[in-house]
């Protein structure tokens, strides 16, 4: 191919890892695939919609292969009763269509986790003769955090599809453009109010990358490690009589037909660590870390404009890509859309989240005064919506929508999936770009030119700040965008909070020689 494509993708040498996407066992898989169609999908609402209308739609003989970070048996994709996931999916499944899951067994309830939500979807789903698994292959202290479905068909493959994102199937999440939240909810921080309001995305992608998606979760199925290593959970499961073996999987059907008029290439992002007191990930020896590799790449060749929402971007070792490419590229501009609160309160865990924010947003402010804002969102009734969408959009061309967040961990230490989308007709990106701000900014047609966006950010900001600062006297301004600053720690805050901000909310996954390296 002779497109410029190859500039923004990483390739193979590159990905750091050739084996893991041209092995034997999945023969055929290549850095970056063409002739996809890539739709994001805003809101968990236009999500959910699509994701019940088409898991509903299957037949006997198809493939749904799904991985979850955290998971509701009982959340509703739509407002009907009987759309619950459990249900769907084990609808599908009585139907004859071969349902399987890897659910991550997460940590205990009493650190603010969902172990008892996720066994349960997993319990509930393996009642009803589906395969759903609860994976804890990670490493010590991290998670599975890949949210990942596919659909495919025995006899219709150009339906296949495949979604990628940010978007767990659980409570919270089936919020739309409005932002009054899910009904089914999931605690949070106590500025979000009881019903919190959510902003995220999700792609659904057609075409030959659904089997590079695909790929992905057969990988992870057929490891041969133990689902858990810890004795104690694996008698649990026992007596609980939970599956514990993945049954092999069925031969992996060719890539889906090029859709006619796709126009996008996709290339997959991962994320997995170094494990410590185990045997290797076979697909991913040493870890990999393709996600930061293609961020780190796109990133040092931006010039215009780098749009990011995002639910963290912290820490220092994420800062510096940003700082340098700023300071290499005096014309380049910076907008992050973030939530306006940590999404959890205590003097445990919100320090060390506000610790690492202040450490990102100070260097890259100090780097290029005046060309870096930083945003959060909150609905028309003033409150803050919780942003938890994972997108970065390079120059109107390069735009990833995924599970990973711009922070060491999602880096380096969880598993992470990512969907890098490159259009050969120009527009996929700035599309994104332009119908996310359309509903920040409250207008349909927010400004093309990077450098317009960037002031009408500014602008629509101050204005929503005044009004609130002055009591909210008089109409509200358009829009939903609130400035955001570094946050303020005392120095002894600071310095209580180092050590649980670096060993536990943004650890280091990487092997020792590339710490010391300083490289990915």
């Known amino acids: 191919m002779t497109s410029p494509l190859p500039h923004w993708f990483l390739t193979e040498e590159e990905r750091g890892n050739p084996s893991t996407r041209l092995d034997a066992r999945h023969p055929g898989q290549q850095a970056w695939s063409t002739g996809n169609l890539v739709r994001p999908l805003v809101h968990g609402a236009t999500y959910f919609a699509e994701l019940h209308e088409r898991l509903e739609a299957t037949r006997p003989g198809d493939l749904v292969l799904f991985t979850d970070w955290q998971g509701d048996a009982d959340q509703r994709l739509t407002d009907a009763p009987g759309s619950e996931v459990a249900d769907v999916l084990a609808r599908a499944d009585e139907r004859g269509v071969d349902v399987r899951g890897l659910v991550w067994r997460s940590h205990w309830d009493g650190f603010g986790m969902t172990a008892d939500e996720n066994r349960l979807l997993g319990r509930t789903l393996q009642r009803h003769g589906a395969e759903v698994l609860l994976d804890m292959r990670v490493r010590v202290g991290g998670s599975h955090h890949q949210k990942l479905l596919v659909i495919r068909h025995r006899d219709d493959p150009g339906r296949d599809v495949a979604y990628v994102g940010g978007i767990d199937l659980c409570h919270s999440r089936r919020d739309d453009a409005e932002h009054r939240g899910d009904p089914q909810v999931f605690a949070m921080a106590s500025e979000y109010m009881p019903t919190p309001p959510w902003h995220d995305v999700q792609a659904a992608i057609s075409g030959p990358a659904v089997h590079d998606v695909e790929t992905v979760f057969r990988e992870r199925w057929e490891d041969p490690a133990p689902l858990s290593r810890n004795p104690v959970h694996r008698l649990r499961d026992r007596v609980r009589g939970l599956d514990l073996r993945p049954d092999p999987m069925p031969e992996q059907w060719p890539p889906p037909p090029p859709v006619e008029g796709g126009t996008h290439a996709v290339q997959l992002l991962r994320t997995y660590p170094n494990l410590r007191f185990r045997p290797d990930y076979p697909f991913a020896p040493g870890g990999e870390r393709s996600v930061a590799r293609g961020y780190s790449k796109a990133l040092l060749s931006a010039r215009r404009l780098v ?109 992470e999936l990512s969907a890098a ?100």
């Not at 992050?336 to 959890?344: F, N, R």
Request: glycine content about 8%; some cysteine; charged content about 25%.
């Open 307 to 415: 749009y990011v929402e995002d639910q963290y971007l912290w820490g220092h070792h994420v800062g510096d890509v940003f700082t340098r490419t700023l300071r290499e590229h005096p014309e380049l501009l910076v907008v992050a859309v973030l939530p306006l609160h940590p999404d959890v309160e205590g003097s445990f865990a919100r320090p060390p989240e506000l610790l690492g924010r202040r450490r990102a947003m100070l260097e890259m402010m100090r780097a290029a005064p005046g060309r870096v804002a930083f945003y959060g969102i909150e609905n028309p009734a003033g409150t803050p919506v919780y942003v938890h969408s994972k997108t970065c959009i390079v120059d109107d061309t390069w735009a990833t929508i995924g599970s990973d967040n711009f922070n060491r961990r999602s880096w380096t230490h969880d598993s």
């Open 421 to 520: 989308v490159v259009d050969e007709a120009g527009t996929f990106a700035r599309d994104l770009r332009l119908r996310l701000a359309a509903e920040h900014l409250g207008r349909p047609d927010p400004d093309v030119d990077p450098a317009a966006m960037f002031r009408a950010f500014a602008r629509s900001a101050a204005a929503l700040d005044e009004w609130h600062s002055s009591g909210r006297v008089g109409a509200r301004p358009p829009g939903r965008l609130r400035r955001l600053v570094p946050p303020e720690l005392g120095p002894v805050a600071g310095v209580a909070a180092l050590a649980p901000y670096l060993a536990l909310h943004d650890p280091d996954g990487r092997p020792w020689r590339l710490r010391l390296r300083g490289r990915y």
